[in-house]
């Protein structure tokens, strides 16, 4: 089994996203800025946003992050959210999700406007991912893409089964999955809470994504051998062994690694290709690449 090395990729895009922005400086242009909302105090949220600044201060962009109660308002959120659209510094919005239940999801993403969306979830960004125009694509979906691609993995034909159907993840990737681009043309299965049979398709299935929430949900029984598994899911469960108190796991069992023919390790995996691909989207947007 080879491991799809989403850290070894994660620092190689690192490294080119660093000569692009010397070629901006060299050109008298500003390095792209990326602005991060954090509301509360959720630890796995503050530890997420401190990765993504902490990849920015690595190859030379800008960062803010604003910091928000957990009570803060509805509107006074959109307000903090208005005032970066109408921002000239900054490229990029995101709001760390999740956020409070007292606030609308959906009002929230829909406010950021869709040429700073760069984690790729407004309506514009996914509409325009469907028809295949240029947009901001979801980053995991698209951290997913690169990864199966920087390793050469053949898609073209083959049975994808896609587990989970969320809007960041899940549906985005199947799509992606199916579409007729130089990446892609998978036969595409996407199954979810609703699915009957999941293990027979499963086992009928040349490439697994599995972003369902569930840990070690996908076991070496529902897996054909040479099969590669895409692993989403991120667990904090608690460890005596590990100094932090807990380890992180995935949805999908590691004796999986026994049978598939390539496969994603958690943490390091589809996580830090989730970065890589905020901070393309981060340079997209700077440079006006996408609008
Ligand atoms: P979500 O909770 O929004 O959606 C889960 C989906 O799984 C739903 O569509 C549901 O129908 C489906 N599902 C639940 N139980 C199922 C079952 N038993 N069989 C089949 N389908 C089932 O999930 P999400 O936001 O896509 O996140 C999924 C996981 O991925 C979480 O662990 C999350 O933390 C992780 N995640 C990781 C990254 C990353 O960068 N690595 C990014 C986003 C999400």
Known sequence: MKILDGKKIFSDIKSELKKEVSNLKKNNLKS???????????PASLTYVNAKVRACKE????????????????????KEIDELNNSKKIDGIIVQLPIPSHIDE???????SYKKDVDGFHPINLGRMVLGLPCFLPATPFGIITLIEKYNIQTLGQKCLV?????IVGTPISILMSRNKNFGNCTVTLAHSKTKNLKSLSLDSDIIIV???????????????????????????????????????????????????????VPGGVGPMTIASLLKNTLYSAKKVIY
């Open 59 to 78: 190859i030379g962009f800008g960062s803010t992050v604003i910091t928000l109660p957990q009570e803060i308002s509805q509107t006074d959120l959109l």
């Open 163 to 167: 587990i989970g159907r969320s809007n």
């Open 106 to 112: 959906n009002t929230v993403i829909h406010r950021i």
């Open 32 to 42: 792209p800025h990326l602005a991060a909302v954090l509301i509360g105090n959720n």
């Open 211 to 265: 972003a369902i929430g569930s840990p070690h949900f996908l076991k070496k029984e529902m897996v054909k051998k040479s099969a590669v598994v895409i692993d989403v899911g991120i667990h904090r469960i608690p460890s005596e062994l590990k100094r932090s108190g807990f380890e992180l796991i995935g949805d999908v069992h590691t004796d999986v690694s026994d049978l598939a023919s390539y496969m994603t390790p």
